[in-house]
């Protein structure tokens, strides 16, 4: 008997997921266990498997198709298989689009007991029925792939779209379907090609004031250039942007329902310290220039923080904890995560065990886990159950910040940039290189004296730092 293959779960935190590529086609032989498709989720692009053994008879997801979590994308059963009663049924239990709104607009429903699915759990947790009623989105892509829909008028939502005004990005995202342009002198609709709407940005020229020479009134891309030719053309002065909804990605929702969770349930309290950069700067100069000669490669500030802290957390065990209501978990290993910005947010990978690890291998896990987490390839045991989390914007020039912590852990250690200052030293004023780090605490685990020991403790690392290359 056919059975429906159902958009599965693939991480802790992910409430609905993206068909990427099947790897799988219609009157494929599969079985359980097989991968049968990629799908992008919050996180990262993961393999999802058959459950079931026979021949995919339907594919109800087209490749681009974004669905929750127990969504149906495909039938499985005995080749000649009459299938159709089921098909339908399946298409019937997608929730339907809702009419005339943008695809940024359909987002679904997804509880914050959902998405806020602790680090700390081995196991998944199941969407909530009201995430699941509302969470079938099918964002608008270029291909325009999503499962056809039936409506009162009889349209497919292909159909439907082709009867949508279209934008193309001018920052390199894929097209949003957006309501006619309202003219900025009247209330009349204004209706444009993509190609025009594009060059008028670049032009910075009022689609109101331009006549239309296409069908029905539509401006064209020969209107937009004749009213530059007329003198119309402002491009040099003011350029009007029109606004844009951008669609609100798993990633995006992830990150919000967990960063709001954290800042309106855990008492956040702040300890900034500066501290004398230079003979850690020193040294990680003198260690590369050995690394280049044995033809290894170089290592970073950042390492050395990581290795620093991985030290303080097993002499200040208290703020290598986390809050469990009824008791304070105080984790006997040490993973301490590093924030990685990739395409769409962020995500912070783990080096296991980091007090018992090498300067040299911290850096090389650094490396090879950020590599993997920009091409969206990191598994979920990668990115998730640490014990704390350093987050450096260094790089961008920041001075000072501060971090909201990374639930379940306790507390997170925020990194500024190093900065060469006047310093004084003996009684002289004598040029210096400076570092501000900000330690945020849950105040529930961490009092100030204690995070204000763990502070002094990373400062000595940093500032005598010779016994982060020997431990």
């Known amino acids: 008997m056919a059975k429906i293959a159902e958009m599965t779960q693939l991480s802790p935190t992910m409430s609905e997921g993206k068909i990427v590529r099947w790897l799988k086609q219609k009157g494929d032989a599969v ?6 498709a990629e799908v992008e989720t919050d996180k990262a692009v993961m393999e999802m498997e058959a459950f079931e053994t ?8 087209p490749e681009g198709t974004q669905l929750p979590v127990g969504a149906p994308v495909a039938v499985i059963g005995k080749s000649g298989e009459d299938v159709s009663a089921l098909v339908e049924t399946a298409k019937k239990s997608v929730p339907a689009k809702k009419e005339g709104l943008p695809s940024s607009d359909r987002t679904p429903n997804v509880s914050s007991e959902t998405s806020q699915t602790s680090y700390s759990q081995s196991g998944t947790s199941a969407s909530s029925p009201a995430s699941n009623a509302n969470a079938g989105k099918n964002p608008a892509t270029k291909t325009g792939n999503s499962l056809p829909q039936n409506s009162e008028n ?18 390199g995202l894929e097209e949003s379907e957006i309501p006619p342009l309202k003219s900025a002198r ?43 030719e007329s003198g119309g053309d402002k491009r040099g002065s003011f350029v009007k942007r029109q606004d844009r909804k951008l669609e609100i990605t798993g990633m995006r ?56 802290c991985s030290n303080t957390l097993f002499l200040v065990p208290e703020v290598n904890s986390s809050w469990k209501e009824d008791h304070i978990l105080q984790h006997g290993r040490i993973d301490v995560g590093v924030a990685v910005s990739i395409e769409g ?40 159950d640490g014990t704390f989390t350093v987050s450096n914007l260094g790089m961008y020039g920041i001075s000072s910040f501060t971090a909201v912590i990374n639930e379940p852990e306790a507390a997170i250690l925020a990194v500024g940039a190093l900065v060469e200052k006047p310093v004084l030293k003996g009684g002289n004023i004598v040029p210096g290189k400076i570092l501000n ?17 763990f502070l002094s403790i990373f400062r000595d690392f940093i500032e005598y730092p010779l016994r982060l290359l020997t431990g």
Not at 54 to 61: D, T, W
Not at 154 to 162: A, D, I, M, P, T
Not at 353 to 364: E, H, N, P
Not at 437 to 453: E, K, P
């Open 54 to 61: 026979g021949i995919i008879l339907e594919i109800l997801a």
């Open 31 to 36: 079985s359980p266990g097989e991968i049968i």
């Open 345 to 384: 947010g962020l995500i912070t990978p783990y080096v296991r065990d980091a007090d018992q690890k090498s300067v040299l291998a911290i850096s090389g896990e650094i490396k090879e886990l950020a590599s993997r987490a920009r091409d969206r390839k990191l598994k979920p045991g990668e990115y998730t």
């Open 186 to 228: 009247g209330a009349r609709s204004i209706k444009a090609s993509p190609l025009a709407k594009n060059l008028a940005i670049q032009k910075g020229v009022d689609l109101g004031e331009v006549i239309g020479s296409g069908p029905d009134g539509r401006i064209v891309k020969r209107d937009i250039l004749a009213f530059g």
């Open 253 to 308: 929702k992830t990150i919000a329902s967990r960063l709001a969770h954290s800042t309106s349930t855990v008492p956040h309290f702040y300890l900034t310290m500066e501290l004398d950069a230079g003979p850690i700067s020193e040294l990680r100069n003198s260690f590369n220039k050995d690394l280049g000669l044995e033809g290894h490669e170089k290592i970073s500030v950042n390492d050395l923080i990581l290795k620093a």
């Open 154 to 171: 009889g349209l497919s939502s292909n159909e439907k779209r082709s009867s949508e005004f279209r934008t193309s990005s001018a920052f």
């Open 437 to 453: 780090v900000t330690l945020s605490c849950d105040h529930r685990v961490i009092d100030g004296a204690t995070g204000a020991r």
